[in-house]
């Protein structure tokens, strides 16, 4: 089952922030973020572990709410370069050990 | 180092017809996965391997098989191919660590008339 992302898409100025959220009906172990170009694969942004330390990349940064079964990730003074979709991957705490992807949320920066 | 590597990049199929995409990565990494992307679906897990000689059926995995005979190479076979398969398909492996990013080729854009 595929977890849920929201919004589906924002657009934002230069400078502003956003947040992006995921939610699953199942326990976790592990949320992964990933960020998508036009055309291009989808690149790893970071892992937070269950019982692991909120993460950062540069001015993004992601928590993990383990009793919620939730995870939000930070876009903090958006730069043009983070335009992109937004995937968070998610790992369960028992049975299949592959990663399910949400549907993704759109972020256009706009100078 | 090529990491990921999936061939072909484009592909127009009939109805009908059969196919294999290739996937093949040199980290010898244990976990590869297939995935197919569509507008608004984001990435459906199609099927995935935890080592070479084990696969399991992902979210979508009806119309497709897989095998694993070499830790390197994930190939994914389209039997009978439709319409509904019309869609950019991703391979994607990962050490065998929970806590490892997973790697994604560059895809394969399939089109089925």
């Known amino acids: 089952q595929q977890p849920v992302q929201s919004p589906q898409a924002v657009i934002l100025r230069e400078g502003e922030d956003a947040v992006i959220n995921c939610s699953s009906s199942?326990?976790?172990?592990?949320v992964h973020w990933y960020r998508q170009k036009h055309g291009e694969a989808p690149v790893f942004l970071m892992i937070?572990?269950?019982?692991?330390e909120q993460k950062g990349h540069d001015k993004i940064s992601a928590s993990f709410n383990e009793k919620k079964q939730q995870s939000s990730l930070y876009l903090t003074a958006s730069q043009l370069s983070y335009s992109g979709t937004y995937f968070c991957?998610?790992?369960?705490?028992?049975?299949?050990?592959?990663?399910?992807f949400g549907s993704g949320t759109r972020l256009q920066v706009q100078p | 180092n090529a990491g990921v590597t999936q061939t072909p990049k484009f592909q127009v199929l009939k109805t009908g017809q059969s196919m294999t995409l290739q996937c093949a990565q040199d980290?010898?990494?244990?976990?590869m996965s297939w995935y197919r992307q569509d507008p608004g679906m984001g990435l459906r897990l199609i099927h995935y391997?935890?080592?070479?000689?084990?696969?399991d059926q992902g979210e979508v995995p009806n119309g497709y098989n897989v095998s694993r005979s070499t830790t390197e190479d994930f190939p994914l076979r389209l039997l009978s191919a439709a319409p509904s398969q019309t869609s950019v398909y991703f391979c994607?492996?990962?050490?065998?660590?929970?806590?490892?990013?997973?790697?994604f080729g560059q895809g394969t854009r399939l089109t089925v008339v």
């Open positions: 391997s935890v080592g070479a000689g084990i696969t």
């Open positions: 994607a492996s990962r050490m065998g660590q929970l806590n490892t990013e997973a790697f």
């Open positions: 199942k326990a976790l172990y592990s």
């Open positions: 991957g998610a790992r369960g705490d028992t049975g299949r050990r592959a990663l399910t």
């Open positions: 980290m010898n990494h244990e976990y």
């Open positions: 937070l572990l269950k019982g692991g």
